[in-house]
């Protein structure tokens, strides 16, 4: 993948890298730059041990790809099409085999052009499994997607780690991100602010816990522990905040206080910071427009 200063650093194999970032941030312009579609302006990318701008035949034949939009050979069933495309590859997978994979099997006789949407992207992924590839580029592969489309897509997407596979995705969208990557980059104005697991991303594994409740009237924040009394913020709505870095203790503390005390705490809480807000924080300093 990418070196030096490039977006991305050296990925390892079997890995989702997603790339997020708002529009007009560079995701297009990277993963292009990457498939060698479009010429860079400076600077040095290496992909696969090589420079995607004059790679050749047997680097393509180690790369997949799958578009934002495709079109369907007209007049080919789903099997006629995967056929065709494995005619282009020295050592193609199995073109059963690949439709099983993508789940196609019952529609192998079907014409490509006669397919869903969702069905037509298992399809584009068969296209660019059929060669094998050791890296595939997905490209915003689920816009526009209903929910059940969606989670099928990631079904599939995940399989091919299983399958030894590097991944390099770009999406819009965070729980895409979140439940698909071991890593995320995220780009904004053509800048990569923060890489890291969905966990740690822009240090969202340090940030602080808020431990949210409501008092009884006839309770004052100054009567919790001392040591959560010196945490507390005032909530919205009249409830009380705690922010923490040691959640567990502190709710700890304050259970056994309201026991203790006879306090009931029906509203109770705990608010991690969520991959969401980690990315808006990274990308609204940019000005740019964020999409969720």
């Keep these: 993948?990418?070196?030096?200063?490039?977006?991305?650093g050296q990925r390892p194999l079997s890995e989702i890298f997603a790339c997020l970032g708002p529009n007009g941030a560079g995701k297009t312009t990277t993963v292009e730059i990457l498939e060698g579609f479009l010429q860079r302006t400076a600077g040095q990318v290496s992909v696969l041990g090589q420079d995607p701008a004059t790679a050749g035949a047997a680097w393509r034949n180690r790369v997949g790809i799958v578009l934002q939009e495709s079109q369907p050979e007209p007049g080919l069933s789903v099997r006629?099409?995967?056929?065709?495309?494995?005619?282009?590859?020295?050592?193609?997978?199995?073109?059963d085999e690949t439709l099983a994979l993508v789940g196609l099997t019952e529609k192998a006789g079907a014409l490509a052009t006669r397919l869903s949407g969702g069905q037509q992207r298992r399809l584009d992924f068969a296209l660019a499994l059929i060669g094998d590839p050791e890296l595939i580029?997905?490209?915003?592969?689920?816009?526009?997607?209903?929910?059940?489309?969606?989670?099928?897509?990631?079904?599939?997407?995940?399989g091919l780690r299983r399958l030894g596979k590097t991944v390099f995705l770009t999406t819009h969208y965070l729980d895409e991100a979140e439940y698909l990557a071991d890593r995320i980059m995220v780009l904004s104005a053509g800048q990569v602010v923060a890489e890291g697991t969905p966990r740690t991303l822009g240090g969202r594994n340090h940030m602080t816990t808020a431990i949210r409740f409501t008092l009884p009237q006839q309770v004052k924040s100054e009567e919790l522990p001392p040591r959560l009394y010196r945490l507390v913020e005032p909530g919205p709505g009249g409830s009380t905040v705690i922010r923490s870095d040691s959640p567990l203790s502190h709710l700890q503390l304050l259970g056994n206080w309201a026991v203790g005390r006879g306090v009931d705490l029906p509203d109770l809480d705990v608010h991690r910071p969520t991959l969401e807000e980690v990315y808006l924080s990274l990308t609204e300093s940019t000005g740019a427009e964020v999409q969720r």
Excluded: H, K, Q, S
């Design 1 to 8: 993948m990418p070196d030096g200063d490039n977006p991305g």
């Design 80 to 95: 006629e099409c995967l056929a065709m495309y494995a005619g282009f590859y020295r050592a193609p997978r199995d073109v």
């Design 137 to 158: 580029f997905l490209d915003e592969p689920t816009t526009g997607f209903d929910p059940a489309a969606r989670r099928a897509a990631w079904n599939v997407v995940a």
